[in-house]
């Protein structure tokens, strides 16, 4: 099974600024890499797919990057709607696993 | 419009049976497969398996192994409804399930969740 390591586990961020995000796979998944955000009490939304398609309609702002193990998430500028809680994902191998999640919160 | 509906939450004893829905809509439910996610209270999210109804004959079901024996999935291809089911809840089955169509093994749409409590 391939894990995903997410870091770091929370970020304390204001709104504007720039987030990274971080997940590291324990072996190559290409470019089949995901991301995905939930905010509490709803399901998760598909952000990105393979590893830098933005998914329909998810702002620009969100961009991924990466290939192999070690896949990015940046958020440009930080609204106030997308201080939540984000997993990645990888489709490389069976079974589909997720990152233990990154939360970010306003600081 | 692409729907998932889920089933309604529930409250089970330890031991007994359950089965949770998910009805797909606004797509060819046949033609995607639909994966199961648990999310256990303030933790992250895990993929339990999927399952492929098709045009025609059985449906290709997939378990991840950590899951295999512990559910059962299934589906109504004639009411466009994913099923996930338990012969035996335990305590540590206490979880939000979530069912999503994949596109290419991605979740791009999700249903609502159906909270699962399982206690004495």
């Known amino acids: 099974e391939i894990v995903l390591t997410q870091s770091p586990a929370t970020l304390s961020l204001s709104p504007g600024e720039r987030a990274t995000l971080s997940c590291r796979a324990s072996q190559s998944v290409s470019n089949y890499l995901g991301w995905y955000q939930q905010k509490p009490g709803q399901a998760p939304r598909l952000l990105i797919y393979?590893?830098?398609n933005r998914a329909t309609g998810i702002p620009a702002r969100f961009s991924g990057g990466g290939s192999g193990t070690d896949f990015t998430l940046t958020i440009s500028s930080l609204e106030p709607e997308d201080f939540a809680v984000y997993y990645c994902?990888?489709?490389?191998?069976?079974?589909?696993?997720f990152g233990g999640g990154t939360k970010v919160e306003i600081k | 419009e692409v729907q998932l509906v889920q089933s309604g939450a529930e409250v089970k004893k330890p031991g007994e049976s359950l089965k949770i829905s998910c009805k797909g809509s606004?797509?060819?439910?046949?033609?995607?497969?639909i994966g199961w996610a648990r999310q256990m209270p303030g933790k992250g999210l895990e993929w339990m398996g999927m399952?492929?109804?098709?045009?025609?004959?059985?449906?290709?079901?997939r378990y991840n192994p950590s899951f295999q024996g512990q559910v059962s999935i299934s589906a109504d291809k004639s009411i466009s409804t994913a099923y996930l089911q338990w012969s035996t809840l335990k305590a540590s089955d206490t979880a939000i399930y979530y069912c999503?169509?994949?596109?290419?093994?991605?979740?791009?749409?999700w249903g609502q969740g159906t909270l699962v409590t399982v206690s004495s």
């Open positions: 994902q990888q489709r490389g191998n069976w079974p589909l696993t």
């Open positions: 393979d590893a830098s």
């Open positions: 606004g797509y060819s439910f046949t033609t995607y497969w």
């Open positions: 399952i492929y109804p098709g045009d025609s004959g059985d449906s290709d079901i």
């Open positions: 999503a169509r994949l596109k290419v093994n991605w979740g791009d749409y």
